[in-house]
T-cell receptor, first 114, second 117 residues
Framework: DQQVKQNSPSLSVQEGRISILNCDYT??????FLWYKKYPAEGPTFLIS?????DKNEDGRFTVFLNKSAKHLSLHIVPSQPGDSAVYFC?????????????FGKGTKLSVIP | DGGITQSPKYLFRKEGQNVTLSCEQN?????MYWYRQDPGQGLRLIYY???????QKGDIAEGYSVSREKKESFPLTVTSAQKNPTAFYLC????????????????FGAGTRLSVL
């Protein structure tokens, strides 16, 4: 059973517009959430993270929002650039046993059109 | 430059053969991890190690083995018991294992693509 879900396999956005990537989770023990960006044939690169005690974290063009009651988080990229075209993975880790482990979603492929 | 180095980039395995994927890090991280990625899938944890000479099975450990004799190195062996080894293998490390902590941010190598001949 998937504990971290990215329901949109792909997303296309015009350059300069906002990209919104969504992620849902089912395990209420998750308390730390991360976004990774991955280019083909490369390892994922850490992008931004958020603790469950916050509802927003911002880093330059990237903002992550967390809605704990809905078990939903989103990554906003503003403005989107062609170099942002990649697969974005949402990941979560939890308190207690297994807190070491990151549980990944299946990814969303973002295409930014010039 | 600090980072995680995986080698080789491409690897081919013959039937019945064991192959070993290398992972080295110079980040002075305590924890190291091995993941497998299949097309259209997320990353699945094979093994992880919190400290030298200790490692634990992840979700899909069957057919794989690891060792952690040095802090910097965490090689993965894909044994002949792994019947479907074709995948992209990723090694990662983090400062320490922790709960809800930035210390748990994992940094990844560039990956090894393993194919079966």
């Amino acid at each position: 059973d998937q504990q971290v879900k990215q329901n949109s396999p792909s997303l296309s956005v015009q350059e300069g517009r906002i990209s919104i990537l969504n992620c849902d989770y089912t395990n209420s023990m998750f308390d730390y959430f991360l976004w990774y960006k991955k280019y083909p044939a490369e390892g994922p690169t850490f992008l931004i993270s958020i603790s469950s005690i916050k509802d927003k974290n911002e880093d330059g063009r990237f903002t992550v929002f967390l809605n704990k009651s809905a078990k939903h988080l989103s990554l906003h990229i503003v403005p989107s650039q062609p170099g942002d075209s990649a697969v974005y993975f949402c990941a979560a880790s939890g308190a207690g046993a297994g807190s070491y482990q990151l549980t990944f979603g299946k990814g969303t492929k973002l295409s930014v059109i010039p | 430059d600090g980072g995680i180095t995986q080698s080789p980039k491409y690897l081919f395995r013959k039937e019945g053969q064991n192959v070993t994927l290398s992972c080295e890090q110079n980040l002075n991280h305590d924890a190291m991890y091995w993941y497998r990625q299949d097309p259209g899938q997320g990353l699945r944890l094979i093994y992880y190690s919190q400290i030298v000479n200790d490692f634990q099975k992840g979700d899909i450990a069957e057919g794989y083995s690891v060792s952690r004799e040095k802090k910097e190195s965490f090689p993965l062996t894909v044994t002949s018991a792994q019947k479907n080894p074709t995948a992209f293998y990723l090694c990662a490390s983090s400062i320490a294992v922790g709960s809800g902590s930035p210390k748990n941010i994992q940094y990844f190598g560039a990956g090894t693509r393993l194919s079966v001949l």
